[in-house]
């Protein structure tokens, strides 16, 4: 016999403690309340009091302190920085609530969300938005979905090690990630490196900045509905990530720049892959000046759009293109010189009003300097070492190891127990695609990190979503999360 059959079945199935409804139909009303479960509640399948179904919503998808909350529940401070009205206040001086300009009744008003499962928010990017019609009033930031904790990471691997767990953080950009790195660990440890690792960290920066910013392109006129530009862009990206992966044998992730130089020497073939490249990117930059540049509809959905000015970018701290299109001609190649970028011949590209416009100009010009700069790098390679010959962070030529004793002895001993670096600590910023990036290392003296932060450009600038959405459409907002370009490996690093 079943347990369905048994008599006592639907009383030993109760929970304890449970009674039954004083109504006349009795466990008829008891088993039609159970079928009323959460998920019915939530997709409205049975009638449920507001309240309720919005306790119900709000528990689920609570993010603590990042929840973009009802006006009634938001400090004035806190509401003030989601209108995107004011940065920063004087010292003594209190806003009140009915300063905030949002004259729309709540009620009138809906908060969604954008993301963090959308394409278009280039991640797992969770944009809160407060809507009247398809006005943007607020907006909010949300991230924290990737949890990958790479900086706590660090401090359990060696300094040889590093470059595997930073060059993952910006991942459209691994090579800003280890250049940073490096220049910090170089610093405190007080070495140079040879001219020809300078001159080939550059070249492999600049070619990584140009893919970087294809793939942008690509993404960006895909959001807009430039479809066709997501093949070319794409396209385009992948005769540079060819390159990389004939330099270091990976398309991405690479570990290539290594504290004391690069781990590899060029190619044979090199010069002509290059000039190859150098060759074939402005004319493809031409094609695509006329494909998208010039269109109407493209211009019509950027030109007035996030407008962003200059005191408010430098007030939270953006750098990069967003920085740039407010007219501030602020790029660490040029004003804090690292590398040899001093010895290169480039433009630094301003905008004048601070809008999406600007920055998909920026960055489209941005790709035209970086072949330019790479041309240079092709004609003053110097010959040479790519690597120190410090025998503190240099291990022995493989084919010595078969050879000598104590070349064998001298690679175990590095590679197992690493080198130490002086106690201290060091920051070197960097001009990354995406603005300012560097790595932020205290060492205690031992062979692994006491402490590593990296400066994610992305992160700095997510913080300019609140001013730039204020105002915009709906479907403005994603074309102004696009032209920040923010990448949230890097901001969840």
């Known amino acids: 016999m079943t347990t369905t059959d048994r008599p006592d079945a639907a009383e030993s199935a109760e929970p304890k403690g449970a009674t039954e409804p004083n109504g006349p139909n009795g466990p008829s009303e008891l088993a039609e309340a159970r079928k009323v479960t959460l998920l019915d509640r939530i997709l409205g399948r049975v009638p449920s009091a507001d309240s309720e179904l919005t306790q119900i919503l709000e528990t689920k998808t609570d993010e603590g302190s990042q929840e973009m909350m009802p006006r009634a529940r938001t400090s004035t401070r806190e509401l003030s920085r989601e209108s995107g009205s004011v940065l920063r206040l004087p010292e003594g001086v209190r806003l009140d609530r009915s300063d905030i300009d949002v004259d729309i009744p709540e009620d009138e008003t809906m908060i969604l969300n954008l993301g963090p499962s959308h394409p278009s928010?280039?991640?797992?990017?969770?944009?809160?938005?407060?809507?009247?019609?398809?006005?943007?009033?607020?907006?909010?930031?949300v991230v924290g979905y990737l949890h990958t904790g790479m900086e706590k990471t660090a401090e359990e691997l060696m300094y040889h090690q590093g470059g595997t767990n930073v060059t993952r953080m910006d991942y459209l950009s691994p090579f800003f990630n280890e250049l940073g790195f490096c220049l910090s660990v170089e610093q405190l440890l007080d070495i140079e490196i040879p001219p020809r690792a300078t001159w080939i960290r550059m070249l492999m920066c600049e070619l990584n900045r140009i893919s970087s910013h294809f793939l942008?392109?690509?993404?960006?006129?895909?959001?807009?509905?430039?479809?066709?530009?997501?093949?070319?862009?794409?396209?385009?990206?992948?005769?540079?990530?060819?390159?990389?992966?004939?330099?270091?044998?990976?398309?991405?992730?690479?570990?290539?720049?290594?504290?004391?130089?690069?781990?590899?020497?060029?190619?044979?073939?090199?010069?002509?892959?290059?000039?190859a490249l150098c060759e074939a990117i402005p004319r493809r930059m031409d094609e695509y000046d006329n494909l998208l540049t010039g269109q109407p509809i493209l211009q019509n959905r950027l030109k007035g759009v996030g407008p962003l000015d200059a005191a408010t970018a430098i007030g939270l701290g953006v750098t990069g293109p967003l920085l740039r299109s407010t007219g501030v001609a602020w790029d660490l190649r040029r004003d804090q010189s690292y590398l040899a970028y001093d010895d290169v011949d480039f433009d630094v590209i301003v905008g004048t009003e601070g809008d999406c416009w600007d920055r998909y100009a920026i960055r489209f010009n941005e790709i035209r300097e970086s072949v330019r700069i790479v041309r240079q790098i092709i004609d003053r390679m110097p010959s040479g070492d790519f690597r120190t010959q410090d025998k503190k962070v240099t291990p022995p030529p493989r084919n010595r190891i078969d050879e000598s004793m104590e070349a064998l002895i001298h690679h175990f001993k590095l590679y197992t127990e690493g080198f130490r670096v002086p106690p201290g600590d060091a920051y070197v910023p960097i001009e990354s695609p995406r603005g300012e990036s560097g790595c932020y290392i205290v060492s205690d003296g031992t062979a692994r990190p006491y402490r590593m932060h990296m400066r994610a450009a992305s992160f700095a600038n997510l913080q300019a979503m609140a001013p730039l959405a204020r105002g915009a459409l709906i479907a403005d907002t994603i074309a102004i999360v696009s032209t920040i370009d923010p990448v949230l490996g890097d901001v969840d690093r």
Do not use: C, Q
Request: glycine share 10%.
């Open 121 to 141: 928010t280039h991640g797992v990017l969770r944009v809160m938005v407060e809507l009247d019609g398809e006005t943007v009033l607020r907006s909010k930031p």
């Open 216 to 275: 942008w392109l690509a993404t960006n006129s895909s959001d807009l509905g430039a479809i066709n530009m997501l093949v070319y862009g794409w396209r385009d990206r992948e005769m540079v990530l060819a390159f990389f992966e004939k330099v270091t044998g990976l398309r991405m992730n690479h570990n290539y720049f290594r504290p004391g130089g690069v781990a590899a020497d060029l190619p044979d073939g090199w010069h002509d892959d290059v000039l």
